[in-house]
């Protein structure tokens, strides 16, 4: 069974960095196809993709967010790592990482087919 | 960035009937196209990957097609757990990008 859990702080300040860390379980980060991504969601708004990482360690941005994400592998094999530099009250929502399958070693036509619960960040002072 | 386009934003529908929800990109994505669903407060679940492949454990109700930049998510008899918020997703290459997202409401 696959699992996926977010954590950090709930509430940030204006200009401080954030720190997400997502726990997997069920599936190992270093076999072929295998990605974990983030995606947010401000209140009452749509989706939005963030970041990915791959199973070899690749890394991809939102172009918009590009300048101010850092996605990494986390100090356990099973963890992986959002740093988000000068939030922002706009960046409130809420933050959810899943496991991506690529197709083979391809990441194009992939899905999303497990997600975290999700967790809710306000930036406010 | 691939721009997905969603129509409509919302639709009121009852019980049983046939529910069409559209997704047009601004460039062709072959069938690297996924539907999720999401309920309040929880987190989105993934329907239909690469256009029109059912994900395991989801009702044979859900459908979705392709006609080439145009792709149909279809509800044949909606059933009360299926009012929800539902988006679309390219996955023809990165960054992914969603559409804004389709609200079905009980009418």
């Known amino acids: 069974q696959v699992t996926l859990r977010e954590s950090g702080p709930a509430l940030v300040k204006p200009t401080e960095t954030l720190t997400l860390t997502c726990i997997f379980s069920?599936?190992?980060?270093?076999?072929?196809?295998?990605?974990v991504s983030w995606v947010r969601q401000p209140p009452g708004k749509a989706l939005e993709w963030l970041a990915l990482?791959?199973?070899?360690?690749?890394?991809y941005y939102s172009t918009s967010l590009k300048t101010r994400l850092t996605i990494s592998k986390g100090t356990s094999e099973n963890q992986v790592v959002l740093t988000m530099t000068n939030m922002d009250p706009v960046d409130t929502a809420t933050y959810y990482c899943?496991?991506?399958?690529?197709?083979?070693?391809?990441?194009?036509?992939?899905?999303?087919?497990?997600w975290g619960k999700g967790t809710t960040v306000t930036v406010s002072s | 960035d691939i721009l997905m386009t969603q129509s409509p934003s919302s639709l009121s529908a009852s019980v049983g009937d046939r529910v069409t929800i559209t997704c047009r990109a601004s460039?062709?994505?072959?069938?690297?196209l996924n539907w999720y669903q999401q309920k309040p407060g929880t987190a989105p679940k993934l329907l239909i990957y690469?256009?029109?492949t059912l994900q395991s454990g989801v009702p044979s109700r859900f459908s979705g097609s392709v006609s080439g930049t145009d792709f149909t998510l279809t509800i044949s008899g909606l059933q009360p757990e299926d009012f929800a918020t539902y988006y679309c997703q390219q996955s023809y290459n990165l960054p992914r990008t969603f559409g804004h997202g389709t609200k079905v409401e009980i009418k």
């Open positions: 460039q062709s994505i072959s069938t690297s």
């Open positions: 899943e496991r991506m399958r690529g197709r083979g070693y391809s990441l194009s036509g992939g899905y999303m087919d497990a």
């Open positions: 690469s256009a029109s």
């Open positions: 069920g599936f190992s980060l270093s076999t072929t196809g295998m990605c």
């Open positions: 990482i791959d199973w070899d360690d690749d890394k």
